[in-house]
């Protein structure tokens, strides 16, 4: 059984930072890529970045230069370090990863950057 479990939401002041985390069970963790998405006030899960099984990694354009995306494959474990957030950032975040064709997602972790 797959299962995704993110934390490190929470309310922040713009310019701050933040650190999500995501643990990953149930799948061969390392070769799989990994996805952040997040769900803003249009209530879509719009992509943040990725990172590949061999650390590559891709990020919005929004993002880019602010978040970096890291993995810990021995504790199944991906990250995402938010810098200089702002209130466009606010949402919810969610790890995401597909698995025999099927995409997964965890329960998301709130991020409120307020101004």
């Known amino acids: 059984q797959v299962r995704l479990v993110e934390s490190g939401g929470g309310l922040v002041q713009a310019g701050g930072s933040l650190r999500l985390s995501c643990a990953a069970s149930?799948?061969?963790?390392?070769?799989?890529?990994m996805n952040w998405y997040r769900r803003g006030p249009g209530n879509q899960r719009d992509f943040v970045a990725s990172i590949e099984s061999n650390g590559g990694t891709n990020y919005d354009d929004s993002v880019m230069g602010r978040f970096t995306i890291s993995r810990n494959n021995p504790r199944n474990m991906v990250h995402l370090q938010m810098n200089s957030l702002n209130p466009e950032d606010t949402g919810v975040y969610f790890c995401?990863?597909?698995?025999?064709?099927?995409?997964?997602w965890g329960q998301g972790t709130q991020v409120t950057v307020s101004s």
């Open positions: 149930g799948i061969n963790f390392k070769i799989h890529r």
């Open positions: 995401n990863t597909r698995y025999k064709g099927n995409d997964y």
